[in-house]
């Protein structure tokens, strides 16, 4: 793995391309240039015929520079940094900052790859590589270009760790608006490779990335949590602010309305795991048996009538028998009027 450092002082991890993958790339573009080479001369020896042997060889010359030398520059140029062979290997070159190549640095690379490549069969182009610390061959040198790979390994996310138990909620006042981007970066660097540093060297540095985040807070450390797990606490506080924001976002933008708490402790209706009761179904009503003439009342036990809503007797019915025993005025009308 090869450190570079852009302009914007940004390290890069970068992995630079070693002989036998590079040896494989010029291959198979040189074996490409020289078909299409032999191609291009054939169809020049066929259409030059008339001309004198001068001419002649000056289009194969032509030719041999224009299709070993000018088209791979132009190919690197317009694809930033990619042949066909290395398009085929997985590589890329780039500048020494990372940055995409352009056709000043094509045009040096392929100017020398001329004498280390092609004139010495490629004998200066493998020593200078093999000397290189990055595997960089004299082209790569003075035009200021490296050739990394491009398809490499997915590294396993880095694991944050949580902070202990008895810290959680504890940094729930702390104001971490004033903390930059670049600490958050460093913290979170720093704890996922603690486990791999000098313990005493791992503690100096955890001191002083507590410090700063001190000094952006506001408030001080607590003495008597050891930095790595104030770190530790304090992102993990960072994540909760930022997961409840988007939390709140995601429900302001779908138009719903947070849930709220139930008075009592109760949990409120909406919320996961607390579902209302069912409905209750509405009570049927009461049905009242038929009167029939001459048979018992409804509730079995006096000579009262039935019991009706709310406790209240039930009006006779048109039809029934009258008791004789009633006077006439307390008998209930039955509608008709007697014949005078």
């Known amino acids: 793995m090869s450190e570079l450092v852009t302009g914007e002082a940004v390290a890069l991890e970068l992995r630079p391309a070693r002989l036998p993958s590079r040896a494989l790339a010029v291959l198979l573009d ?29 289009l194969s010359i032509a030719a041999f520079v224009l299709l070993l030398v000018g088209v791979p520059i132009a190919v690197e140029t317009l694809s930033h940094g990619r042949s066909l062979g290395k398009v085929a290997c997985g590589l890329r070159v780039v500048r020494d900052d990372g940055g995409p190549i352009r056709f000043r640095h094509a045009l040096v690379r392929g ?11 490629g004998v200066i182009a493998c020593i200078a590589s093999l000397v290189s610390a990055r595997g960089r061959r004299l082209g790569d040198v003075f035009a200021g270009t490296l050739v990394v790979r491009e398809r490499v390994p997915v590294a396993r996310t880095a694991f944050v760790p949580p902070p202990p138990p008895w810290l959680a909620g504890r940094f729930a006042e702390l104001d971490l608006s004033a903390v930059p981007d670049g600490l958050w970066l460093a913290i979170r660097q720093y704890l996922t490779r603690m486990q791999q540093l000098d313990p005493q060297v791992g503690w100096a540095m955890a001191e002083r990335l507590a410090t700063d985040l001190a000094a952006r807070t506001g408030s001080p450390a607590p003495p008597d949590v050891p930095p790595a797990a104030y770190l530790a606490a304090v992102v993990q506080e960072r994540q909760a602010r930022d997961a409840r924001r988007a939390f709140a976002s995601a429900v302001s933008g779908s138009g719903m309305s947070a849930p709220a708490p139930a ?8 919320v996961p795991g607390a579902y ?24 079995g036990r006096d000579g009262t009538p039935a ?3 709310g406790g209240q007797p039930e009006a006779p019915v048109s039809g029934r028998r009258e ?18």
């Open 30 to 58: 040189l074996v490409v240039a020289v078909i299409a080479y032999l191609v291009v001369t054939i169809g020049l020896v066929a259409s030059t015929a008339s001309l004198d042997e001068a001419a002649q060889v000056a």
């Open 111 to 121: 100017g020398i790859g001329v004498i280390e490549i092609l004139m010495t069969f």
């Open 263 to 270: 008075a009592g402790g109760a949990p409120a209706a909406g």
């Open 276 to 299: 209302p009761p069912p409905p209750v179904p509405p009570a049927a009503p009461p049905s009242h048996p038929a009167y029939v003439p001459g048979a018992a009342p409804a509730d």
């Open 307 to 309: 019991a009706g809503h």
């Open 323 to 340: 008791d004789p025993e009633l006077a006439p005025s307390d008998r209930p009308s039955t509608g008709f009027v007697p014949p005078a």
